[in-house]
């Protein structure tokens, strides 16, 4: 019989509804019923695409034994991180403050208070590798609850009043980041950078650094660091012929790790729209800056990989694939679908088409991954192959991966996730003269718009099928739409984008900001956690601290705003303490303040939209630049940027702005690319 998470929004906890585990979802009836029944709430956090989550789900909350001891002894409350990533930050900081790291599937056990006591993430079924069963951690938690109920509540309140007394991060005292701050930065992640494989760092597990490749990008134009973009190029091509990148779908894995000394590289076979959209519009980024026809595949094929599938009937992006899928003996295997064998590619292409797909793709006889299997990567010792054979052995290799059982995907639809998207799929579209991606872009704002921002332009955090979900947006979301939303707004001409961007943006200002000038993860009239979350540091998106950041800058270089550019310049005085320190963690952060440091630009392009001189104005590659673009006295209703500035002799005219000064207008597009660094 189903459980109450049978009428959630979220696939994940919809995955746990026939678990025999009584859940409940993250509400206040859920800690009711603890302080009524007088036992310990016991929260589980995951994701769809998280395979230990799956383990731990099949291993502990589908056994029938266990559900019954934690349906006696806990309530239990299952969420998902992706809907809630306040409930999840609050929680990881202290599990991360309690025991030096985290992870998911997350495990707390908690008050009824929601005070925090036990921590860990996944718990095996039987004692191994030094941690208890999942089951003995119960009977562990049920015993001090029921023994030790004063000691339990002193740790308790003890773990709430260290995570409430953290110092709050400041705003802008420290000032604006300059020159040495971002000069210190650049050195930083010189050090770690491996010339000769292209990765950063030396561990085994790589992660792309999507906000970092944009600030070496920035950083190369503004000042013209040839070693910037050597990484920046050098990290793309890595990842580009790496197993990270699908050789054969397009897209992007979550990450890639080394299994065995002097191995191969495998992934991490979730696919997330996050990765995807914001690498997708960092290789369109490196073809705008280098023409490299290598950029402008994986960018377009990236692309392509989510429309085609990752697209709802809704005109939204879904949140991820799944890394395990169903191999041929009908057990779930975590990157089934997407591994080969020498033998099966012979089986597809034939003995001599075979031999060449192994050669090309690193598909060796005794394997690079398990059991023989391998997976697919451009090894450096390749030799350049005829371009329409491999299309050829491509397209034939991807039909017959068609006929395998496809992961599964969490299709509902994150605020944030999409503005990445649109933001890419605008930009590629116009660089590459797609407009069916554009229209794709466009769709999705759309569908932010219609569901997630209803009548009151309050964004709500996810919706599937339509149906809006009942989490209010965090910073992120209105940080990646509004940025999403401005692109859009650059590429298509429409000022509709840009004042819906201001709606998003004066929240922001309203609800997000403190009087230092710092930011929160949630607005001031959100559900109160045991403490309010703040980090201005990236995970594997941009920080919604530094994404509010940028699109407040970009806002108020469109409309000439003196509030956001002041809460802008607030909100990055955190980039000047931690740039130098941790470049790797405040990637996007050091990419917006090229862009301060740069102007931005403010390109007014009065003409039609579409045209040489604007197209010209979208590959300028001058650091977080804005662009206006349309014709006669309407446009300067949309956009303030082209107000009283006409064409100049019946030509299309390209005006450029920056720190309150001003070139001569141009109709000439050699003169506007020089200009814009293009």
């Not at 191969?264 to 914001?278: G, I, Q, R, S, T």
Request: with cysteine.
């Amino acid at each position: 019989m189903p459980n109450r998470l049978a009428h959630a929004t979220s696939p994940y906890l919809l995955q746990h509804a026939d678990n025999p585990v009584d859940w409940w979802q993250w509400e206040p009836a859920a800690f009711e019923e603890a302080r009524r029944r007088n036992v310990p709430v016991f929260l589980s956090v995951g994701y769809s695409s998280c395979h230990w989550c799956h383990v731990l789900a099949h291993e502990s909350f589908e056994d029938e034994t266990t559900a019954a001891y934690m349906n006696e002894h806990f309530v239990s409350v299952k969420v998902d991180r992706e809907e809630r990533p306040d409930v999840d930050a609050v929680y990881m900081e202290a599990v991360q403050a309690a025991t030096g790291q985290g992870g998911w599937p997350m495990s707390v056990f908690m008050t009824p208070d929601g005070e925090p006591f036990y921590f860990g993430t996944y718990f095996p079924p039987a004692p191994r590798h030094g941690l208890p069963s999942f089951h003995q951690v119960l009977e562990g938690v049920h015993t001090a609850w029921t023994s030790r109920r004063e000691e339990v509540g002193e740790v308790a309140e003890k773990i709430t009043r260290d995570l409430a007394a953290r110092e709050l991060v400041s705003g802008a005292g420290d000032g604006l980041p300059g020159e040495a701050e971002l000069a210190q930065a650049l050195l930083g992640i010189s050090r770690e950078y491996d010339t000769e494989s292209g990765w950063l760092g030396g561990g085994d597990t790589k992660f792309p650094p999507s906000m970092l490749i944009e600030f070496l990008l920035r950083h190369h134009t503004r000042t013209g660091s040839d070693g910037a973009l050597e990484m920046a190029e050098g990290i793309c091509d890595a990842m580009a012929r790496s197993s990270l990148f699908d050789q054969l779908g397009g897209g992007f894995h979550r990450y890639v790790l080394r299994q065995r000394p002097g191995g191969a590289l495998v992934p991490h076979f979730e696919k997330m729209l996050y990765d995807n959209a914001l690498l997708c519009r960092v290789y369109a980024h490196v073809w705008r800056a280098t023409g490299s026809e290598q950029a402008r595949r994986i960018a377009l094929e990236t692309a392509d990989f989510m429309v085609r599938e990752l697209r709802t009937t809704e005109g939204g992006y879904a949140s991820a694939l799944d890394a395990d899928s169903e191999a041929e003996d009908g057990s779930h295997v975590e990157g089934a679908c997407y591994v080969w064998t020498a033998g099966q590619l012979r089986e597809v292409l034939g003995e001599e088409d075979g031999a060449f797909a192994a050669e090309y793709f690193g598909v060796t006889e005794e394997g690079t991954f398990e059991e023989g299997s391998s997976v697919l990567q451009l090894p450096r010792t390749a030799q350049e192959a005829d371009p329409a054979r491999v299309a050829g052995v491509r397209a034939r290799l991807l039909a017959a991966r068609g006929q395998r059982v496809r992961p599964g995907r969490d299709d509902k639809i994150v605020a944030a996730w999409n503005g990445l998207v649109i933001a890419a799929l605008a930009e590629t579209g116009a660089y590459f003269e797609r407009p069916d991606l554009i229209e794709r872009a466009t769709e999705a704002a759309d569908l932010l718009v219609r569901v997630h921002m209803g009548e009151v332009a309050r964004l709500s955090r996810t919706s599937r099928d339509g149906r809006v979900g009942g989490h209010a947006g965090v910073l992120e979301d209105y940080g990646d739409v509004a940025e999403g939303f401005l692109a859009l707004a650059s590429v298509t001409g429409e000022g509709v984008w840009l004042e819906f961007a201001g709606f998003l943006l004066d929240i922001v200002l309203e609800r997000f900001t403190g009087e230092g000038g710092q930011l929160y993860d949630t607005a001031d009239d959100a559900e109160q956690l045991i403490r309010r979350p703040q980090d201005p540091t990236d995970s594997a998106t941009p920080a919604g601290w530094t994404a509010a950041a940028g699109a407040l800058l970009s806002y108020a270089a469109h409309t000439g705003s003196e509030a956001h550019r002041t809460a802008a310049e607030g909100a990055l005085g955190v980039v000047k303490a931690l740039g130098p320190r941790a470049p790797r963690f405040i990637g996007w952060g050091l990419a917006v303040a090229e862009a301060l440091l740069d102007g931005p630009r403010e390109i007014a392009v009065a003409g039609p939209v579409g045209g040489e001189l604007h197209l010209t104005a979208l590959l300028g590659r001058a650091p977080g630049a804005v662009v206006a673009a349309g014709e006669g006295e309407a446009a300067g209703t949309e956009f303030p940027l082209l107000v009283d500035r006409p064409m100049v002799g019946g030509a299309p005219t390209a005006y450029v702005c920056r720190h309150f000064v001003c070139d001569a207008p141009t109709t000439d597009a050699q003169e506007l690319a020089r200009t814009l660094g293009g």
